[in-house]
């Protein structure tokens, strides 16, 4: 027993200065951002203490609560997509089994890929005159469509690139949680001659519920500071109808120089994505079993 704790105090003490410095790396540029956000400072101006006036500010600015507003909206869609499709593929390899491994090594590549290089495929596939998208529509009697270039398609489009990426992730994750729900279960549903469909809504869906708001919990971290493959894509067009609270705050901070504003908004976003993840956190207590 002594030497039991003796060896975990010791383990303690060697992982000491790596959590010391991870800690470091995360509190100190979080830290340094309050700092900016609570001072009227532009680049290359010396910062003067505004005593918050940078949030009294956002609360009043028509393009915050338009970038909000196209984040969240972008975010729902995604993740909705993400979760549905994502369940879907899990089902399909999960009821196939000789062929999900091969099949599960395939899906990987999508999320993988740098989003830089996502977005700059999309751009290709998806060009109003020589993408691959607008052939299809043709082929099959439809118009040709913008795409990225339009305000009322901007979002939806980004929303399936995104999709595309990610939701082999998602599917990885669900097929995990389907592989360990409890066989006795659908057993005793099929000598109750319970229907696919009825064993999958009343069974399987409720048993899933943690693994899906896991998943939801980790793609929502990344989907509200969406930011790679609309810059690469979209720049926050056309005009600002994919202007995400991301974009904006790059846009503020590295092209307008308006440093502390900028840091006002990303400590704003921040809180929503904490605020976003604390719920999450808490229905999957409920849902637990």
Same mark, same amino acid.
């Given at each position: 027993m002594?030497?039991?704790?003796?060896?975990?105090?010791?383990?303690?003490?060697?992982?000491?200065?790596?959590?010391?410095?991870?800690?470091?790396?995360i509190?100190?540029?979080?830290?340094?951002?309050v700092?900016?956000?609570?001072?009227?400072?532009?680049?290359?101006?010396?910062?003067?203490?505004?005593f918050?006036?940078?949030?009294?500010?956002?609360?009043g600015d028509?393009?915050?609560?338009n970038g909000? !507003? &196209? /984040? #969240?909206? %972008?975010?729902?869609?995604? $993740?909705?997509?993400?979760?549905? *499709?994502?369940?879907?593929v899990? +089902?399909?390899?999960?009821g196939?089994?000789?062929?999900?491994g091969?099949?599960?090594?395939?899906?990987?590549?999508?999320?993988?890929?740098?989003?830089?290089?996502?977005?700059?495929m999309?751009l290709?596939?998806?060009?109003?005159?020589?993408?691959?998208?607008?052939?299809?529509l043709?082929?099959?009697?439809?118009?040709?469509?913008?795409?990225?270039?339009?305000?009322?398609?901007?979002?939806?489009?980004?929303?399936?690139?995104?999709?595309?990426?990610?939701?082999p992730?998602?599917?990885?994750?669900?097929?995990?949680?389907l592989?360990?729900?409890?066989?006795?279960?659908?057993?005793?549903?099929?000598?109750d001659?319970?229907?696919?469909?009825?064993?999958?809504? !009343? &069974? /399987? #869906?409720? %048993?899933?519920?943690p693994? $899906?708001v896991?998943a939801?919990? *980790?793609?929502?971290?990344?989907? +509200?500071?969406?930011?790679?493959?609309?810059?690469?894509t979209?720049?926050?067009g056309?005009?600002?109808?994919?202007?995400?609270?991301n974009?904006?705050?790059?846009?503020?901070?590295f092209?307008?120089?308006?440093?502390?504003?900028?840091?006002?908004?990303?400590?704003?976003l921040s809180?929503?994505?904490?605020?976003a993840?604390?719920?999450?956190?808490q229905?999957?207590?409920?849902?637990?079993?």
């Amino acid at each position: 027993m002594i030497q039991s704790i003796g060896t975990r105090g010791q383990l303690a003490f060697l992982s000491l200065p790596a959590v010391l410095f991870t800690t470091a790396m995360i509190a100190f540029p979080f830290a340094y951002t309050v700092w900016f956000s609570l001072h009227e400072y532009r680049f290359g101006d010396k910062p003067k203490l505004s005593f918050g006036m940078n949030y009294v500010e956002l609360a009043g600015d028509g393009e915050f609560w338009n970038g909000l !507003r &196209i /984040t #969240l909206a %972008l975010y729902l869609l995604s $993740l909705v997509l993400q979760l549905v *499709l994502g369940t879907w593929v899990a +089902l399909l390899l999960h009821g196939s089994r000789k062929l999900s491994g091969t099949v599960r090594t395939l899906m990987i590549s999508p999320f993988v890929l740098p989003p830089v290089v996502v977005g700059m495929m999309w751009l290709v596939v998806l060009d109003p005159s020589i993408g691959a998208a607008n052939y299809l529509l043709e082929s099959v009697g439809l118009p040709r469509s913008d795409w990225l270039a339009s305000p009322a398609w901007v979002i939806p489009t980004v929303a399936l690139i995104d999709t595309w990426q990610w939701t082999p992730y998602v599917a990885l994750i669900v097929l995990g949680g389907l592989q360990s729900l409890p066989p006795t279960v659908y057993e005793a549903a099929q000598i109750d001659g319970a229907s696919r469909w009825r064993t999958f809504w !009343r &069974i /399987t #869906l409720p %048993l899933l519920a943690p693994t $899906l708001v896991t998943a939801a919990i *980790l793609r929502s971290v990344d989907l +509200l500071r969406f930011f790679d493959i609309i810059y690469v894509t979209t720049q926050g067009g056309p005009g600002n109808a994919s202007n995400t609270l991301n974009i904006y705050g790059f846009r503020k901070g590295f092209e307008l120089f308006e440093i502390g504003y900028s840091s006002a908004l990303m400590i704003t976003l921040s809180a929503i994505v904490l605020g976003a993840v604390m719920v999450l956190t808490q229905a999957r207590r409920r849902v637990a079993w």
